[in-house]
């Protein structure tokens, strides 16, 4: 196995455990205990991981979250996937609320003739859904300038007046043990309440993004259903243990 195959593995297994050990990747990569100690300290000088006594663990970026134009270039292609798969959840007469991200921006094309409506805290998407001559509210409130997202209490205060058949949120992660977190508590507290308020909740995200954890924990796996693209059969079974996740096969 070349070096870079083997870091993919190692970085991929710490997706799905957090932890793992330097004895379990030797037996696992078919590799020395010595090459697997030079690939964690290759991996953890690319700040990849921070290798700790017998293995390494994954790095935890709580508080990190990247800007609009920065998310929407990341994995596009999987993000279109799951987001026709979302799209295919929305019927004529639905009220939805979309949630301000790049998976949920990726679902707009994908509600072109739809007879609904569809309320939003993202003036990207708000925006793009009038071009589309969709009905459309926005929520009011402070502009997040990094997301273009609106967050605060008078969002707050008008979302808690409005009830929908589905709603489509983005998320940061998706972990087993802390369910689903988001970077930014008043974005959190914003789809926990449009999340409450909803007859079904979906949550977008490509499969980089099961098993992460970020700062702010929104809700648990099981008040929603999980969309993603394709991901590991063992992640998958671990998932589907704790919630409802459906794949979008490309």
Known sequence: ??????????LRLL??????????????????????????????DAELLERVHGGAKRILNLGFEQDMIEKS???????????????????????????AG???????????????TVVTNSVHHAAKLGDLNINTIILGGSLKLS????????GMEQLSHFRF???????????????????????????????AHAEEAYVLIDQTKLN?????????????????????????EQFQKKTTIKEAIQ
């Open 165 to 195: 058949n589905k709603v489509f949120m983005g998320m940061n992660g998706a972990h087993l043990e802390f369910g689903l977190t988001t970077p930014d508590p008043e974005e959190a507290a914003l789809k926990r309440l449009a999340i």
């Open 73 to 99: 270039v990341k994995n596009t292609q999987e993000k279109q996937i799951i987001a026709s798969l979302a799209a295919q959840f929305v019927h004529d007469g639905d009220v939805i609320y979309l949630d």
């Open 147 to 154: 997301t273009k997202a609106i967050t605060g209490s008078t």
């Open 1 to 10: 196995m070349l070096t870079e195959e083997r870091h993919q593995a190692i």
């Open 102 to 116: 790049s998976t949920t921006l990726e679902m707009l094309p994908f509600l072109a003739g739809k007879n609904i």
């Open 212 to 236: 992460k954890v970020t700062f702010t924990k929104v809700t648990e796996l099981d008040d929603v259903i999980i969309l993603t693209n394709q991901c590991s059969p063992e992640l998958l």
């Open 15 to 44: 997706d799905q455990q957090s932890v793992v050990k330097s004895q379990e990747l030797s037996i696992l990569l078919n590799a020395s205990e010595s090459t697997i100690r030079r690939d964690l300290q290759e991996l953890e």
